[in-house]
């Protein structure tokens, strides 16, 4: 049975008698105001495919776009249809494009998909080799940097990042810039990639805890990039619900103190979590963003496969991001819960030693 | 500057001074109890990636869908979604789909997105020439079956269905059946395509006018292809917004006697447009079903453009669709504004002539 576990099966799953450290979605609510708009809200008609105009300006003026304007955005049905489009719009069947690993597991399906060559680069303790990248990514059309890392939680060096904007653009290689959990960072700001070369992916599933929602976006300098995505997005699902959209215009409208006290919550989890499992023994690294560890675990199958079942825990197999000696844990829920997690955990792992 | 004409610069354009016969977009607005269940929502967390439970098990409980259940179901970001992941389900590069002329026009752009390679069957005012089919779908992967047509209006005989149907199960093709404008039928009553080798297609946007919250599913009793979708979508998208799908649920609890009455309307503007067109001298067939006409045109090109330009009209292109010596217009709004169209039309006729 262990043979068929697959990330889609634990999605959704709810229910009390479960823990689950599965699926990356924020427990707490979003901002009561997304919510507010709704009773007297009559929209029914097509949206811009691009995104509606209020939501693309409210980015535009974001501090982290400053310059921008609405036309450098398209809003999609979260970051994962950004992601697909933005490959889709750069890549040829057969075009190589580069991800450092460990990854998000719906990179190398998304690639393959398109058929589309996925090339790694390894990482030290999460972080990337910047040696490494430089001799990978010369015969790629593309590269994926993910920072803050899922399933890692590891964010990469400024000065990588730096040398990374620089060589790709020399090479005229398109840096994918995965950003989804840039406000969910401890160690320092988010540093933005940025430039022409640079198609940035974003989401207000992370930030504002509206995944079921389903609105993302990406930002690019490039028009020709823009223009192909919307092209694509015309033929294959059309605007993203009008809805969604108008519920993350209001959260746009959130004061950054939400965020910032959003910010406390996770590192004390983080903190919780990181010690938990250094106590079991488990090796792993401290996570420096996002809400994932990646701890190693003996049999990594057996381990997902039992805590499921026996334990009414839910873990996600490293082998689906690239690290086979390893299980990640979100740890998107309340300490109580990541507590009695552990226990369950430290049971299983009783059982097995 | 009309060589850059797409569907993409016309969709979402509103404006009082704008008569669109462009994008199929209802009018009129959805039931008013779908916006009934919005003071109260509060959901934000993801959904299952097949679509939530209460909408797959109302699907399945609809007439047309007896004996299914709600693992037979996927729900989509309105049918485009479930067309991109159908094709992508199902072929491999190189595969050969069948089209019949003139078709929706973002089937080909879809299918060649994905490396697939389109193969056409004419029809004969709009309706299947079964020979031209059979000779056609031979080396074909699968077909894909728009009926009612948009653009063209047209419904394909039963005895015509029943062929394809039986020819295809024979030789193991799958038919992919749009029937997204399955309610919107003049005729007689929609026959559902059906048996193992069958998807079909449908969506909320035209029957319960709900276009811009994007709600679509296809259903089907092959369980790989269902596994194949849900896998795909995971990574390409995620779950549909779950609040657009709670519409939708409650769209599913509205009587049958609301979409009777729907029909009247449009049966109303349909004779409306097609007499108003017939007067203007123009050659097309008359629609059967959906909310398109498909009239033949001197200088297609010149005539959106400029009557886009000078008369503030929009229609769309014949080409898109596989006609070039025609254009489209959506009799989707009232019959006032149809009169208005019709007689800026007649004007831009004057002047060309």
């Given at each position: 049975m262990q043979e068929k576990l697959s990330p889609s099966m634990f999605?959704?799953?709810?229910?009390?008698?479960y823990i689950s450290?599965?699926?990356?979605?924020?427990?707490l609510p979003p901002p009561e105001r997304v919510f507010?708009?709704?009773?007297d809200y009559r929209q029914f008609k097509y949206g811009l495919i691009q995104g509606q105009e209020n939501l693309r300006n409210a980015l535009s003026k974001q501090n982290q776009f400053?310059?921008?304007?609405?036309?450098s955005f398209v809003i999609t049905n979260g970051a994962s249809e950004a992601l697909d489009l933005t490959f889709r719009a750069i890549c040829k069947p057969g075009d190589k494009i580069l991800f450092h690993k460990p990854?998000?597991?719906?990179y190398i399906p998304m690639a393959k998909l398109s058929s589309f060559e996925p090339v790694f680069t390894e990482t030290i303790k999460g972080k990337i080799d910047f040696d490494d990248f430089d001799k990978k990514v010369r015969d790629c059309k593309c590269v994926l940097i993910n920072?803050?890392?899922?399933?890692?939680g590891r964010v990469q060096d400024v000065n990588t990042l730096k040398k990374i904007e620089k060589l790709c653009a020399d090479l005229d290689i398109t840096i994918i810039s995965?950003?989804?959990?840039?406000?969910?960072?401890?160690?320092?700001e988010n540093y933005m990639l940025s430039g022409p070369h640079v198609v940035t992916i974003n989401s207000f599933s992370k930030t504002f805890a509206m995944c079921g929602l389903r609105v993302g976006y990406l930002y690019s300098n490039d028009k020709k990039i823009i223009h192909d995505v919307i092209e694509l997005k015309t033929h294959t699902?059309?605007?993203?619900?009008i809805l969604s959209q108008e519920m993350a215009y209001e959260a746009?409208?959130?004061?950054?103190e939400y965020i910032k006290d959003q910010v406390k919550i996770w590192e004390k989890r983080r903190d919780f979590i990181y010690e938990g499992l250094q106590k079991l023994g488990l090796d792993l690294w401290k996570p420096e963003g996002a809400f994932y560890v990646l701890p190693k675990i003996d049999n990594p199958k057996d381990a997902v496969w039992n805590l499921f079942k026996k334990h009414k825990v839910i873990t996600y197999l490293g082998e689906w991001f690239g690290a086979p000696d390893r299980i990640r844990l979100s740890y998107a829920l309340d300490v109580e819960k990541i507590e009695e997690g552990l226990k369950r955990l430290e049971k299983y792992l009783k059982e097995t030693s």
């Amino acid at each position: 049975m262990q043979e068929k576990l697959s990330p889609s099966m634990f999605i959704g799953i709810q229910g009390d008698d479960y823990i689950s450290f599965g699926s990356g979605q924020p427990d707490l609510p979003p901002p009561e105001r997304v919510f507010k708009i709704l009773p007297d809200y009559r929209q029914f008609k097509y949206g811009l495919i691009q995104g509606q105009e209020n939501l693309r300006n409210a980015l535009s003026k974001q501090n982290q776009f400053k310059g921008s304007d609405k036309d450098s955005f398209v809003i999609t049905n979260g970051a994962s249809e950004a992601l697909d489009l933005t490959f889709r719009a750069i890549c040829k069947p057969g075009d190589k494009i580069l991800f450092h690993k460990p990854y998000y597991y719906s990179y190398i399906p998304m690639a393959k998909l398109s058929s589309f060559e996925p090339v790694f680069t390894e990482t030290i303790k999460g972080k990337i080799d910047f040696d490494d990248f430089d001799k990978k990514v010369r015969d790629c059309k593309c590269v994926l940097i993910n920072s803050p890392s899922n399933p890692t939680g590891r964010v990469q060096d400024v000065n990588t990042l730096k040398k990374i904007e620089k060589l790709c653009a020399d090479l005229d290689i398109t840096i994918i810039s995965d950003e989804v959990y840039k406000d969910l960072i401890y160690i320092r700001e988010n540093y933005m990639l940025s430039g022409p070369h640079v198609v940035t992916i974003n989401s207000f599933s992370k930030t504002f805890a509206m995944c079921g929602l389903r609105v993302g976006y990406l930002y690019s300098n490039d028009k020709k990039i823009i223009h192909d995505v919307i092209e694509l997005k015309t033929h294959t699902s059309m605007n993203t619900s009008i809805l969604s959209q108008e519920m993350a215009y209001e959260a746009t409208k959130v004061p950054r103190e939400y965020i910032k006290d959003q910010v406390k919550i996770w590192e004390k989890r983080r903190d919780f979590i990181y010690e938990g499992l250094q106590k079991l023994g488990l090796d792993l690294w401290k996570p420096e963003g996002a809400f994932y560890v990646l701890p190693k675990i003996d049999n990594p199958k057996d381990a997902v496969w039992n805590l499921f079942k026996k334990h009414k825990v839910i873990t996600y197999l490293g082998e689906w991001f690239g690290a086979p000696d390893r299980i990640r844990l979100s740890y998107a829920l309340d300490v109580e819960k990541i507590e009695e997690g552990l226990k369950r955990l430290e049971k299983y792992l009783k059982e097995t030693s």
